[in-house]
């Protein structure tokens, strides 16, 4: 009987483990479809158009999202139990490699959602490492002690538009925002999506406004890469006026949100950095402990 119960207990625990990985899963694409849905975005792939991404298109950018559920919830599991080290850290990055090749699948070949694979990635293996009530900030915590390892099982690659980005101009990148803990998340997006919902905005508007509230900040590779020192300062000045104009729900802020959009996209630049971290900011929004999930579709 003593080890009848014994299988039980573990069956069930393998069942709950498998529900609370689909369920996270889950979250995850939600934030990225709530992030390729939300419109006008600067120059970026909405409901509107492709933005400066010739390669890329909503329907791609949501069958990239739908061709991630299964590689979230394999994230999910390995995090189970675990612990922020060295194994962990290379168990999740070959699952996210499983994953970019099916995003490339989805796509066709177009990166969709490589940063924002490696960014949720991290925060999904935190959330499912601690439990339902972990705050944001600890969640940031531990995904930046998981960046932090080397990935023991990664083959060298040509480098991509970011790491050249990164050696060019001397900024953090994608790595280094995550073992910082996701400053431009946690100090800006999130915060900013938070205020904005308690004071009654619309779910769009708030979004609008935390993404406008990273790119303020970050030094985004995406802007760098495709127009140098010039897009990145010309993106976070207009993110910054549009927010002192009185963020996307304003008429003037909006304005400016729209003749952003217009100065980006005469330089084919876009804030792709910024728009992997809003992903973020959704999906801590979601499964934080002390918030609400994702209002809208």
């Known amino acids: 009987m003593a080890m009848l119960a014994a299988r039980q207990i573990r069956t069930d625990a393998r069942t709950g483990s498998r529900a609370q990985a689909a369920f996270l899963a889950e979250c995850a694409v939600q934030a990225l479809r709530d992030e390729a849905l939300l419109s006008p975005k600067p120059a970026l792939v909405d409901t509107r158009g ?11 950018m949501l069958r990239s999202a739908a061709s991630l559920r299964g590689p979230f919830a394999d994230m999910a ?10 194994a962990l850290r290379t168990r999740l990055a070959a699952i996210g490699r499983v994953a970019e090749q099916r995003m490339l699948l989805a796509t066709q070949g177009s990166n969709a959602h490589r940063g924002a694979i490696w960014a949720l990635g991290l ?17 940031c915590r531990t995904a930046a002690r998981i960046a932090a390892h080397d990935d023991a099982a990664q083959a060298p690659r040509t480098p991509s538009h970011g790491a050249r980005a990164m050696q060019r101009f001397g900024v953090a990148g994608a790595r280094g925002q995550a073992c910082a803990g996701f400053p431009q998340v946690l100090g800006a997006g999130l915060p900013m999506l938070r205020r904005r919902l308690a004071e009654g905005a619309r779910p769009e508007h708030a979004r609008l406004d935390a993404l406008l509230a990273i790119m303020a900040e970050l030094d985004d590779t995406c802007l760098l890469h495709r127009g140098g020192r010039e897009a990145l300062a010309l993106a976070q000045h207009g993110a910054r006026h549009a927010l002192q104009l009185g963020g996307a729900a304003s ?6 949100l729209l003749r952003l ?18 992903a973020a900011a959704l999906f801590l929004q979601t499964v934080s402990a002390g918030t609400s999930s994702s209002t809208q579709g």
């Open 123 to 139: 925060l999904l293996g935190a959330r499912a490492l601690l439990g339902a009530g972990a705050a944001a900030a600890h969640l």
């Open 251 to 256: 008429e003037a802020g909006h304005a400016r």
């Open 77 to 86: 599991l390995a995090a189970f139990e675990a612990r922020p080290d060295a």
């Open 50 to 60: 492709s933005g400066a991404h010739r390669d890329l298109d909503l329907a791609r």
């Open 261 to 278: 959009d217009a100065e980006l996209l005469a330089r084919n630049a876009s804030p792709g950095g910024s728009a992997d971290l809003l």
